[in-house]
């Protein structure tokens, strides 16, 4: 086991080496970061003058080795906009962000694991055509359509839910589940797949045979063995509620790490944009190196792969 | 019915999500033939007419018209032509990437594997749709740098599926036969691996062009895909943000294609899925 993990350390630590270096020769993938970052109509002695001081005259691999010491050290740079250090900035606003990462989290797990079962329980029944058909339709539908939809129904015809900002847990209701219905969708189509591999296994049958409830088949002798694959991909999922956080953040006004890059991309603020997405992409591998350390204990077969 | 019997003739809905393809890309590639008014003509004196079935509708504009006049079924048409466009360009070359580096990997295993396959594992850091959009920020918007975009953050899929079937395929019989007797082995791959790993590879294909049509639509929508006036979904939905209240049809219209869209790929794209392999039931869908 102890081996297990430190291998998986290793190859997280290689990857986040990885992050790094892509965060940096992302700006120079323009040509000339410099001009990538102050406005077009900077005068050359501007320009040369920012070269100088963000480091950019010098060569390729200095540059990547004191970004990457800075890095090491939680220092990215100032932010061009704010003037503040970049990690600063992220992280006062990570906290929003796994919020509603979070709690999308929980919304898309608490209804696609059920749904899942009842829609693989009631296979081709009413319940299970209209999951499969809701699950179909929440796979298709853009998080960000989907997000002025239900700004355009509860916030605008109903008007009884806000629709930007945060605050209360009414401001989160919009936002989380915009973002959740995609993965909810995800996960209740694996988890209905999942179910119905488990309920044809003899051991199910056995169960059903001894006479036991159907509950009790269900959730003791089923869901259990079903609940394995789909407790791996609900750890994936949150890359793409992280993903996905940048364009609901966007639309929901929300405070965090998606909309304040979005925004740092738009002011050409790339030193910023540097530190949110090595910050986010850093994240995601350290809940994936979680994920597999939790599934081995889980499930032992694994650590023997 | 054994689970493994599945049906093969397409169902209604299989076979209406492919009607709806096909029209999408009628639309795509006539669009201008098919489109009742010219997309950009802007009219100033028709600006934010409801659709058609509401008061003050006008027959002229069935789907209404946008802040600045222009008819949003005419604007919706030619908006297939980026989503198809975009892609089908992304998806196959992001296709031959990855099916390429897949075989070496798979077939030859070596350094080429372990390359490939680390530079996967840090792609597959980033969330997609992040990795894209920071990207286009660096490479500015527009129809090519998308489809470079989109290329780059997909291949990792079919690399990934393909090393997979590759691997499985090269401790096969007949693989080792086709070696025992002597053949190079660009014939075996080109004779005996690439065609085994077709069902695989469209199984993925499918699943792709759903991300890259959503993906593509996220980026205009955050103004930052195919540039106006050239009108994509996405970035309708981009100006439309501004008239939710005033004006829901800005904003519903184009998401419906989108939408639509997207549904009838996944619907075909399953069911290529059972028919061809139903062993890749495991293959669901990427994260964006």
């Known amino acids: 086991m102890q081996q297990f993990i430190a291998r998986r350390l290793l190859d997280a630590i290689f990857v986040v080496l990885g992050v790094s270096f892509v965060v940096f020769i992302m700006v120079h993938l323009s040509g000339d970061p410099v001009l990538l970052m102050l406005p077009l109509d900077a005068s050359q002695q501007q320009v040369d003058e920012f070269r100088h001081r963000l480091g950019f005259d010098r060569p390729l691999l200095a540059q990547y080795l004191r970004f990457l010491t800075g890095a090491a050290r939680g220092d990215f740079g100032m932010s061009l906009r704010f003037n503040q250090p970049a990690l600063r900035l992220v992280a006062e606003r990570f906290p929003a962000t796994a919020e509603l990462a979070l709690v999308s989290l929980a919304l898309a797990a608490g209804f696609g694991v059920p749904a899942g079962v009842i829609a693989a329980v009631g296979r081709g029944r009413g319940w299970d055509v209209g999951i499969r058909v809701l699950a179909l339709v929440g796979q298709a539908v853009p998080i960000f359509w989907l997000g002025i939809m239900l700004i355009l129904l509860f916030g605008e015809r109903f008007r009884i839910l806000p629709t930007s900002g945060t605050g209360t847990w009414r401001h989160l209701v919009l936002p989380a589940v915009s973002l959740a219905a995609y993965s909810a969708a995800s996960i209740s189509r694996l988890q209905r797949s999942a179910m119905l591999e488990v309920l044809g296994r003899e051991y199910v049958m056995t169960a059903r045979a001894k006479g036991l409830r159907n509950l009790t088949v269900i959730t003791k002798h089923a869901l259990r063995n079903a609940l394995i694959p789909v407790v791996t991909v609900i750890g994936l999922q949150m890359g793409t509620l992280l993903g996905g956080a940048i364009i609901t953040e966007t639309i929901f006004a929300w405070p965090g790490v998606g909309r304040l890059s979005l925004q740092a991309i738009q002011s050409r603020d790339y030193v910023l944009v540097q530190a949110s997405v090595f910050v986010v992409a850093t994240v995601f591998v350290l809940i994936n190196l979680v994920v597999d350390i939790l599934y081995a204990v889980l499930d032992p077969r694994i650590r023997y792969e | ?288």
């Open chain 2, 1 to 288: 019915m054994s689970r493994r019997g599945r049906r093969r003739l397409p169902g209604i809905s299989v076979l209406l999500a492919m009607g709806l393809l096909a029209i999408a890309v009628v639309l795509a590639v006539a669009p201008q033939t098919i489109a009742p008014l010219d997309p950009l003509r802007v009219d100033v004196m028709r600006r934010l007419l409801p659709p058609v079935w509401l008061a003050g509708g006008s027959a002229g504009n069935p789907l209404g018209t946008d802040q600045l006049g222009r008819d949003i079924l005419s604007r919706i048409i030619h908006g297939a032509r980026v989503s198809v466009f975009v892609a089908t360009a992304a998806v196959g070359t992001a296709g031959l990437i990855g099916i390429t580096l897949g075989v070496a990997s798979g077939f030859f295993g070596g350094w080429v594997d372990r390359v490939s396959m680390r530079v996967a594992d840090v792609q597959l850091a980033f969330p997609a749709i992040l990795l894209a959009i920071a990207l286009v920020a660096v490479l500015g918007p527009g129809f090519w740098k998308v489809v470079i975009v989109l290329t780059a953050t997909g291949w990792v899929n079919f690399a990934r599926v393909v090393r997979g079937a590759a691997l499985t395929l090269r401790g096969q019989e007949f693989v080792d036969a086709a070696r025992g007797i002597g053949a190079r082995p660009s014939r075996i791959i080109m004779r005996h691996i690439v065609p085994n790993l077709l069902g695989p590879t469209v199984v993925v294909a499918t699943l792709e062009l759903a991300r890259v049509i959503i993906v593509e639509a996220s980026l205009g929508f955050l103004g930052l895909g195919v540039q106006p006036p050239t009108p994509s979904w996405g970035n309708m939905l981009s100006d439309a943000r501004n008239y939710v209240a005033t004006a829901w049809w800005l904003s519903t219209f184009p998401g419906f294609a989108i939408a639509l869209t997207c549904l009838s790929v996944n619907l075909v794209g399953d069911w290529v899925r059972d028919t061809l392999d139903p062993r890749l039931r495991g293959l669901r869908s990427f994260d964006l």
